[in-house]
């Protein structure tokens, strides 16, 4: 099964307004990394955090880690139509990535 | 720099067909992956090259999977005798190193449709 699951699976948001995705895995882990996907094609890398950091920052987007829950969630704020797609987490152990099943962020303009 | 690349773009074949999807990977990068991406769906592993190692083939789903990564640096996908259920998009991404698994750069990928 796959070791990353999102949640929402889609999200609709008007532009301007912030988007909140989560992600929940099950086994430790040495980081976990944020893509994004535009048009079923290549993924981009967003942010990687890694097991020993609780936030991080890269313009408008912030990650948290909780690896007592098991959980990191991805903060998009002041959202614009050009951030529609698809995001995944993913998580590390060693050199294998586990890609979860992704959320649809669609941004109305 | 160039970045991944991956051919063809497309691909459609009649079922019972082999096929061939080549990856050309950032050059200097040792670790290269392949995966599959079936519509609507996450990413699945499938294979994993690293330097001159044994691949990690564990994600291949059956005997009809093989690929190879030639002199360190292009790897080819082949699938034999082809399924509709192999219609899928196949990603392959290479990273500097497999160390703590580090960022991934994807090609573009190749959407294979089997009739």
């Known amino acids: 099964s796959q070791q990353g699951e999102e949640d929402p699976q889609a999200l609709s948001i008007q532009e301007g307004e912030n988007a909140t995705m989560n992600c929940s895995y099950k086994?430790?882990?040495?980081?976990l990394q944020w893509y994004r996907q535009n048009s079923g094609r290549g993924l981009v890398h967003l942010i990687l955090?890694?097991?020993?950091?609780r936030e991080k920052h890269s313009g408008r987007l912030r990650v948290t880690l909780d690896t007592s829950k098991k959980s990191s969630s991805l903060l998009i704020t002041a959202s614009r139509a050009a951030d529609t797609a698809s995001y995944f987490c993913a998580t590390a152990r060693g050199f294998k990535t586990i890609f979860g099943a992704g959320t649809r962020l669609f941004v109305k303009a | 720099g160039a970045g991944v690349s991956q051919s063809p773009s497309n691909k459609v074949t009649e079922k019972g067909k082999d096929v061939e999807l080549r990856c050309d990977p950032i050059?200097?990068?040792?670790?290269l992956y392949w995966y599959r991406q079936s519509l609507g769906q996450g990413l699945e592993f499938l294979i994993y090259f690293q330097g001159n190692s044994a691949p990690d083939k564990s994600g291949l789903p059956s005997d009809r999977f093989s690929a190879e990564r030639t002199g360190g640096s292009v790897s080819t996908l082949t699938i034999q005798r082809t399924q509709q259920e192999d219609s899928a998009v196949y990603l392959c991404?290479?990273?500097?190193?497999?160390?703590?698994?580090?960022?991934?750069?994807f090609g573009p990928g190749t959407r294979l449709t089997v009739t």
């Open positions: 086994t430790s882990i040495n980081n």
């Open positions: 955090i890694r097991s020993n950091e």
């Open positions: 050059s200097g990068h040792t670790a």
């Open positions: 991404a290479s990273s500097l190193t497999p160390q703590g698994a580090n960022e991934q750069y």
